[in-house]
């Protein structure tokens, strides 16, 4: 055998050793990575700080076009982690020490997962990457450790072992933790998570994470006593309603499409039934909604900012009340027949688009969704149950009809030919309210439809796919 075979055969020896030192899918002990939506191979290996070589041969990809949403990759070189590793986003109330503790990992690990420099940065909204293991899979339980309370006490008042809790929790001894701490555990009698901001508060949600210019926001609470609910979302104030049927409160808000993405002060503060209270305050992180640049020509007149003070003011007042009852049930339809699926509903410009008139600056916004006359009809009609409680004439909308449908939840249909509604009427989801036409600041025929939530414009998309509160 000649030395270059032999040269050869040793080359692909030490190869193969290579491959199998990083292949390692049937390794339980090496992290599996769930791929995120958008995300790409060389961002998931930039993320994990290894090379993209690597993350392919470790999973023998073939063709990274293949790799999307959901799929699970192995990543090799992580020492000490195992198990799926998910992505999540902060939750209220949700800290480093709580986040540590719940998903049993130490801060190191953590530190290796997440590109996390300080406990501040752990934004409500911001995602992290934490290992799905079995000891977290077992804590079903949790604890709010009161001011003045010891863990001895609060093992005790919960009929735990001491020594259990504190090791289940990652405490050295029976060290005392902090006032507020939430402390985890395990237990066949009862599974209840509670919020950290208060023991009579199982659970908070804030939803969608982070959150994104132009779009609404819900907060979910759910409480095991009244309470009278309050709060601040950045410069909005929230206002909570209860839901009968499921027993949980709610406030809805919309974001601003021209919000500045970064960070959001969420204020809640509650009194409960027992006399006792609970204030909290974190940062929530919001994204940018990527719209898009668009040019329209139009008469000057309905460009001037001294007619669209006026009509801005206008219509501030008539969906300023915010009325108890919830009127609509379920999803919103859309305000015209026909359907996407057969392209029977078009539209000449979406939600947040960012305009200028007549080649000026792009410092304004698309409020709504501009439907395309097609060939259907013209009919324009009640996307959910509500009252009317504005039909007439403006100087930019033209002829306009507003729908409130209860607890600061309006909706708007601009340059209409004619109304089939009086203000006072009650509708219903369906009911004939008007017909398409040309009036106001237009360019030609077309519906404007938009939704408004505490008085701020959202993507009327929202509530045509998702179910509030």
């Known amino acids: 055998m000649s030395k270059k075979i032999v040269s050869t055969i040793i080359a692909l020896m030490f190869l193969l050793s290579s491959i199998k030192t990083i ?6 002990n090496v992290p599996v990575y769930i791929v995120q939506p958008g995300e790409n191979l060389t961002e998931i290996a930039d993320r994990f700080r290894i090379s993209v070589n690597d993350l392919i041969i470790a999973n ?4 990274s076009n293949l790799i999307s949403e959901g799929t699970q990759l192995v990543i090799p070189g992580i020492e000490g982690i195992s198990g799926i590793l998910n992505t999540r986003p902060v939750q209220i ?3 480093l020490n709580s986040l ?5 990992i130490n801060l190191e690990s953590f530190m290796i997962l997440n590109d996390v420099t300080s406990p501040v940065e752990l934004y409500v909204g911001s995602n992290l990457i934490l290992p799905e293991g079995e000891a977290s899979k077992e804590l079903n339980n949790s604890i709010t450790l009161k001011s003045q309370e010891s863990l001895l006490e609060a093992s005790l008042i919960n009929d735990l072992n001491p020594w259990y809790l504190s090791q289940i929790n990652q405490f050295i001894g029976l060290i005392n933790p902090l006032p507020g701490e939430l402390l985890f555990f395990f237990s066949e009698n009862r599974q209840i998570f509670h919020s950290p901001v208060s023991d009579s508060i199982s659970d908070i949600e804030l939803l969608p994470l982070p959150l994104v210019q132009g779009h609404t926001t819900v907060i979910r609470l759910n409480s095991s006593q009244p309470v009278n609910l309050g709060g601040m979302l950045g410069e909005y104030n929230l206002n909570f309603f209860h839901d009968d049927t499921n027993d949980y409160y709610y406030a809805l808000q919309g974001i601003h499409a021209m919000a500045q993405p970064g960070l959001l002060s969420l204020k809640l503060n509650g009194q409960f039934a027992d006399g006792s209270s609970f204030s909290t305050e974190q940062m929530v992180l919001l994204n940018s909604g990527n719209y898009l640049n668009e040019t329209l020509t139009v008469e000057q007149t309905t460009i001037d900012l001294v007619t669209i003070d006026k009509e801005n003011q206008q219509i501030s007042q008539i969906i300023n009340p915010i009325t108890l009852n919830r009127l609509w049930e379920g999803p919103f339809r859309f305000p015209v027949d026909g359907s996407l699926s057969d392209n029977t509903i078009g539209f000449t410009s979406l939600f947040g688009n960012r305009r200028s008139y007549n080649n ?13 006359v097609l060939l259907v009809n013209l009919n324009v009609y009640a996307p959910a149950a509500g009252k009317i409680i504005y039909a007439g004439q403006t100087n930019i909308r033209g002829n306009t009809i507003f729908i409130d449908h209860g607890q600061g939840v309006y909706s708007g249909y601009a340059h ?3 109304f089939h509604v009086n203000t006072g009427d009650t509708v219903q989801p369906g009911q004939l309210i008007g017909i398409i036409g040309n009036t106001g600041r237009v360019t030609g025929p077309h519906l404007h439809w938009d ?4 008085g701020i414009p959202v993507d009327p998309f929202d509530w045509i796919e998702n179910t509030y509160p």
């Open 60 to 63: 023998n990809i073939v063709d």
């Open 93 to 95: 109330g949700e800290s």
């Open 100 to 104: 540590l503790r719940q998903n049993h």
């Open 360 to 372: 000026g600056q792009y410092n304004g916004y698309h409020g709504g969704l501009d439907f395309l």
């Open 23 to 28: 292949h390692a899918q049937s390794d339980p």
């Open 416 to 418: 209409l030919k004619e």
């Open 451 to 454: 939704i408004w939530i505490n």
